[in-house]
C-alpha cells in the first residue's frame, strides 16, 4: 500500500493544471497588453500625422506672409514716389495732385505704419504708428510739453531703428542736396495674422506639454538634433544627454520618421505610456498575491490538518494501550493459575516474556500523545537491550553486529527509542529478505549522539527518499506504512532529534540515522 504515492499524483496533477492556468492567464494578460500597445503606437502614428499636418501648414502660412510682404514693399515703394511727386514743385496739375494721388494713394494709407526721418536722422513725420503726443501725455502727465515732444521723437526714431532690421527703408532725395528715409513695418493686419499664427503653435506645444493621456513622445529635428518638442517628464532633457534620451527611446519603440517634403525631416521617438508600464507588471502582481494567499492558505490548513492528525495518532495509541490492557491483566491471572497448578515452568516463564513484551508494548503506545518521561542514561545500553531481543527473534541468516561507545549519554526515553530501532530494523530485515548483515552503531559527536544502523537490504531508490517517512508510504504488499512515520514522530517530536537515511545504494543497502542531542 503506498497512499502517499497516489497523493503525490494528485499534487502533480494539480500542480501542472495551475501551470497550465497561469501559462493561459498570462497568455490573455499580455495579448491585452500588446493589443493596448498597439493602439498607443497606433496614436503615436496619428500624432505624427498631425504634426506634420500643422507644420505644413504653419509653411504655408509663412509663403502666404512672404507674399504679403512682398506686396507691401511694392505698395511701399508707389505710395513713397507718390508722395515724393506730390511734394515736388513741378509744373505737373496740381488738381490732379490733390485730388488724385493724394486721395487715392498717399491718404488711403491706413494700416501700414510708416516714419520719415531726415537726413540727419531726425523725426520728421509719421503715419498710422499706434501712438502720438497726446497719448504719451496721458501716460506721462508729470512731463512738461517740451519733455514729451522730445519723448515723442525719441521713441519714434528708436522704433525706426528696429523697423529697418526686419524690413529695408527707403531714401529718396527730396531736392537736390536734401534727402529723407523712410521706414515701415508690417501692416496691422500681418502683424494680427501672426500673432494668431504664434497662438495656434504656442497652444499646439502646450497641448503636446500638458496632454497626460498622450503617450510620451520626443519630436527631434533629425539634421540638427534640436528638440522641436517633448511631453517627457521623466527625463530632463538638455544637449549634454540628448543622444542617451533618445537611444533609451529608440530601444523602446521603432522612430517614426516626419518628411516634409521641402528638404526638412523630424524624427518622433515615444515611450510606452505609465498606463501601459503598470498593465505591463499587473498579471505577475496579481498572481504573486494569488500566490501568497494560496501559500498562506495552504500553511493553515497544513497546520490544521497536523493538528488533527495529531490528535488521531494519539486518539488511536491511547485506545490500542486501553484495549491491551484488559487481555494482559487475564493473561496475568492465568499465568499465575498455571503456576499453581505446577505447570512445567518453561512454559509459565516464556508465557511471562512475552506478557512483559506485551506491557511494553502498551506502555509505548500509551506515551504518545502524552509527555514521555526523558531521562539522561547511555543510549548504547538502551540499543543493546532492544537487539539483544530482537536477536532470537528474525532469522538466524541474518548476521547482527552492534558497537557502542562509552558514555553515549543524552536525555530519552528508553521504551520509545528501542520502539525506534526495533521499527527500522525489521524493515532492514524485511529488505534483505531474511539474509545478510545488520550493522548497529552508537557513537558520540559534539552535540549529539548517533545511532546508524546499515544493512544489506535492495536499497530505496532516490526519487523515494524524501517520502519514505510520509504516512502510507509503503514498500510492502502488507502494512499500513505507519512505522517510519512513527520512528520519525518520537525523534522529531519527543526527543527534538532527527531521523535520516544517511545513504542508500539500490542493490547494496541503506544506513539510517538516529541524532539524539545531548
Same mark, same amino acid.
Given at each position: 500500500?503506498?497512499?502517499? *504515492?497516489?497523493?503525490?499524483?494528485?499534487?502533480?496533477?494539480?500542480?501542472?493544471?495551475?501551470?497550465?492556468?497561469?501559462?493561459?492567464?498570462?497568455?490573455?494578460?499580455? *495579448?491585452?497588453?500588446?493589443?493596448?500597445?498597439?493602439?498607443?503606437?497606433?496614436?503615436?502614428?496619428?500624432?505624427?500625422?498631425?504634426?506634420?499636418?500643422?507644420?505644413?501648414?504653419?509653411?504655408?502660412?509663412?509663403?502666404? $506672409?512672404?507674399?504679403?510682404?512682398?506686396?507691401?514693399?511694392?505698395?511701399?515703394?508707389?505710395?513713397?514716389?507718390?508722395?515724393?511727386?506730390?511734394?515736388?514743385?513741378?509744373?505737373?496739375?496740381?488738381?490732379?495732385?490733390?485730388? $488724385?494721388?493724394?486721395?487715392?494713394?498717399? /491718404?488711403?494709407?491706413?494700416?501700414?505704419?510708416?516714419?520719415?526721418?531726415?537726413?540727419?536722422?531726425?523725426?520728421?513725420?509719421?503715419?498710422?504708428?499706434?501712438?502720438?503726443?497726446?497719448?504719451?501725455?496721458?501716460?506721462?502727465?508729470?512731463?512738461?510739453?517740451?519733455?514729451?515732444?522730445?519723448?515723442?521723437?525719441?521713441?519714434?526714431?528708436?522704433?525706426?531703428?528696429?523697423?529697418?532690421?526686419?524690413?529695408?527703408?527707403?531714401?529718396?532725395?527730396?531736392?537736390?542736396?536734401?534727402?529723407?528715409?523712410?521706414?515701415?513695418? /508690417?501692416?496691422?493686419?500681418?502683424?494680427?495674422?501672426? =500673432?494668431?499664427?504664434?497662438?495656434?503653435?504656442?497652444?499646439?506645444?502646450?497641448?503636446?506639454?500638458?496632454?497626460?493621456?498622450?503617450?510620451?513622445?520626443?519630436?527631434?529635428?533629425?539634421?540638427?538634433?534640436?528638440?522641436?518638442?517633448?511631453?517627457?517628464?521623466?527625463?530632463?532633457?538638455?544637449?549634454?544627454?540628448?543622444?542617451?534620451? +533618445?537611444?533609451?527611446?529608440?530601444?523602446?519603440?521603432?522612430?517614426?520618421?516626419? /518628411?516634409?517634403?521641402?528638404?526638412?525631416?523630424?524624427?518622433?521617438? $515615444?515611450?510606452?505610456?505609465? =498606463?501601459?508600464?503598470?498593465?505591463?507588471?499587473?498579471?505577475?502582481?496579481?498572481?504573486?498575491? #494569488?500566490?501568497?494567499?494560496?501559500?498562506?492558505?495552504?500553511?493553515?490548513?497544513?497546520?490544521?490538518?497536523?493538528? =488533527?492528525?495529531?490528535?488521531?495518532?494519539?486518539?488511536?495509541?491511547?485506545?490500542?494501550?486501553?484495549?491491551?490492557?484488559?487481555?494482559?491483566? *487475564?493473561?496475568?491471572?492465568?499465568?499465575?493459575?498455571?503456576? *499453581?497448578?505446577?505447570?512445567?515452568?518453561?512454559?509459565?516463564?516464556?508465557?511471562?516474556?512475552?506478557?512483559?513484551?506485551?506491557?511494553?508494548?502498551?506502555?509505548?503506545?500509551?506515551? #504518545?500523545?502524552?509527555?514521555?518521561?526523558?531521562? /539522561?542514561?547511555?543510549?548504547?545500553?538502551?540499543?543493546?537491550? +532492544?537487539?539483544?531481543?530482537?536477536?532470537?527473534?528474525?532469522?538466524?541468516?541474518?548476521?547482527?553486529?552492534?558497537?557502542?561507545?562509552?558514555?553515549?549519554?543524552?536525555?530519552?526515553?528508553?521504551?520509545?527509542?528501542?520502539?525506534?530501532?526495533?521499527?527500522?530494523?525489521?524493515?532492514?530485515?524485511?529488505?534483505?529478505?531474511?539474509?545478510?548483515?545488520?550493522?548497529?552503531?552508537?557513537?558520540?559527536?559534539?552535540?549529539?549522539?548517533?545511532?546508524?544502523?546499515?544493512?544489506?537490504?535492495?536499497?530505496?531508490?532516490?526519487?523515494?527518499?524524501?517520502?519514505?517517512?510520509?504516512?502510507?508510504?509503503?514498500?510492502?504488499?502488507?502494512?499500513?506504512?505507519?512505522?517510519?512515520?512513527?520512528?520519525?514522530?518520537?525523534?522529531?517530536?519527543?526527543?527534538?532529534?532527527?531521523?535520516?537515511?544517511?545513504?542508500?545504494?539500490?542493490?547494496?543497502?541503506?544506513?539510517?540515522?538516529?541524532?539524539?542531542?545531548?
Amino acid at each position: 500500500m503506498n497512499l502517499y *504515492s497516489n497523493k503525490q499524483k494528485w499534487k502533480i496533477a494539480l500542480l501542472i493544471f495551475a501551470l497550465l492556468t497561469v501559462g493561459a492567464s498570462l497568455f490573455v494578460s499580455n *495579448s491585452i497588453v500588446g493589443k493596448v500597445g498597439d493602439r498607443e503606437r497606433e496614436r503615436a502614428k496619428q500624432w505624427a500625422d498631425a504634426i506634420k499636418k500643422k507644420i505644413e501648414l504653419v509653411q504655408l502660412t509663412n509663403r502666404t $506672409f512672404t507674399q504679403l510682404r512682398d506686396k507691401e514693399s511694392e505698395k511701399m515703394e508707389l505710395w513713397i514716389d507718390v508722395t515724393k511727386e506730390v511734394s515736388k514743385d513741378t509744373p505737373l496739375n496740381q488738381d490732379f495732385k490733390k485730388d $488724385f494721388l493724394r486721395k487715392r494713394i498717399i /491718404d488711403r494709407n491706413d494700416d501700414i505704419p510708416v516714419i520719415l526721418l531726415d537726413d540727419q536722422h531726425n523725426y520728421s513725420g509719421s503715419i498710422n504708428i499706434g501712438f502720438n503726443e497726446d497719448t504719451l501725455k496721458k501716460e506721462h502727465p508729470e512731463l512738461s510739453e517740451d519733455e514729451i515732444i522730445q519723448l515723442f521723437e525719441d521713441s519714434t526714431v528708436q522704433l525706426a531703428n528696429a523697423w529697418e532690421k526686419k524690413n529695408a527703408s527707403f531714401t529718396v532725395e527730396v531736392y537736390p542736396g536734401f534727402f529723407m528715409s523712410y521706414f515701415y513695418n /508690417d501692416s496691422k493686419e500681418i502683424v494680427r495674422l501672426e =500673432e494668431e499664427r504664434d497662438s495656434l503653435i504656442t497652444a499646439f506645444n502646450e497641448d503636446l506639454i500638458n496632454n497626460e493621456g498622450l503617450v510620451p513622445v520626443l519630436l527631434v529635428d533629425t539634421k540638427t538634433k534640436e528638440i522641436v518638442g517633448t511631453n517627457i517628464d521623466d527625463y530632463h532633457i538638455d544637449a549634454s544627454n540628448v543622444e542617451m534620451v +533618445i537611444a533609451d527611446l529608440k530601444s523602446q519603440n521603432d522612430p517614426i520618421i516626419i /518628411d516634409f517634403k521641402n528638404g526638412i525631416t523630424n524624427e518622433l521617438y $515615444f515611450d510606452d505610456s505609465p =498606463e501601459l508600464k503598470q498593465l505591463q507588471y499587473f498579471p505577475y502582481i496579481q498572481f504573486l498575491v #494569488i500566490g501568497l494567499f494560496a501559500m498562506i492558505g495552504y500553511l493553515i490548513f497544513s497546520t490544521f490538518r497536523k493538528a =488533527e492528525q495529531n490528535k488521531v495518532w494519539a486518539g488511536m495509541a491511547k485506545e490500542t494501550a486501553h484495549q491491551l490492557g484488559t487481555p494482559l491483566s *487475564s493473561l496475568i491471572g492465568w499465568i499465575q493459575l498455571l503456576e *499453581s497448578q505446577g505447570t512445567d515452568t518453561m512454559i509459565t516463564t516464556e508465557m511471562q516474556k512475552d506478557v512483559d513484551r506485551l506491557e511494553k508494548v502498551t506502555d509505548r503506545f500509551s506515551k #504518545i500523545g502524552s509527555g514521555a518521561l526523558l531521562n /539522561d542514561t547511555d543510549i548504547g545500553a538502551t540499543v543493546e537491550n +532492544i537487539v539483544e531481543y530482537l536477536r532470537p527473534r528474525i532469522s538466524d541468516k541474518v548476521k547482527v553486529t552492534i558497537s557502542t561507545e562509552e558514555h553515549a549519554h543524552a536525555k530519552h526515553n528508553a521504551s520509545l527509542i528501542e520502539w525506534v530501532v526495533e521499527n527500522i530494523c525489521k524493515n532492514a530485515v524485511d529488505a534483505m529478505e531474511g539474509e545478510g548483515a545488520l550493522d548497529i552503531r552508537v557513537h558520540k559527536a559534539t552535540d549529539w549522539v548517533h545511532v546508524d544502523i546499515k544493512d544489506t537490504g535492495k536499497g530505496i531508490p532516490s526519487n523515494q527518499l524524501k517520502t519514505i517517512f510520509e504516512p502510507g508510504f509503503s514498500t510492502k504488499k502488507r502494512g499500513w506504512g505507519l512505522g517510519l512515520s512513527l520512528v520519525k514522530r518520537i525523534v522529531k517530536e519527543y526527543h527534538k532529534g532527527t531521523v535520516s537515511v544517511l545513504e542508500s545504494q539500490v542493490g547494496v543497502g541503506t544506513t539510517f540515522r538516529i541524532s539524539i542531542p545531548v
